[in-house]
């Protein structure tokens, strides 16, 4: 089992920037694949980024944008988010598996944290 808590999130302003964070524990995050999914009201929830090892995959909405890194040795991952706009805003969450950008390849998740981006 691996616990998944997200921290990070609130509110900001269009084009500034937050430092989103997933403390996992249970297990060690090195051999997952370490995902994060945003859920925007009234939306399904959707891959943001995702993290394997040395590579690293992106929604085209976020790319350039956004980073995922992860400490293998402070078992966290983040997501640092900049230039951001309101249509980021969305609850993020935070997830381990074995792939991908679908839900179905995380076995594992957090509560989410929220992200509101206003003008």
């Known amino acids: 089992q691996v616990q998944l808590v997200e921290s990070g999130g609130g509110l900001v302003q269009a084009g500034g920037s937050l430092r989103l964070s997933c403390a996992a524990s249970g297990r060690t995050i090195s051999t997952y694949t370490m995902g994060w999914f945003r859920q925007a009201p009234g939306k399904e929830r959707e891959f943001v980024a995702s993290?394997?090892?040395?590579?690293?995959a992106y929604a085209d909405s976020v790319k350039g944008r956004f980073i995922i890194s992860r400490d293998n040795a402070k078992n966290t991952v983040y997501l640092q988010m900049n230039s951001l706009k309101p249509e980021d805003t969305a609850v993020y969450y935070c997830?381990?598996?074995?792939?991908?950008?679908?839900?179905?390849?995380?076995?594992?998740w957090g509560r989410g944290t929220q992200v509101t981006v206003f003008l």
């Open positions: 997830a381990a598996g074995w792939g991908g950008t679908t839900m179905n390849q995380y076995n594992y």
């Open positions: 993290s394997r090892g040395s590579i690293a």
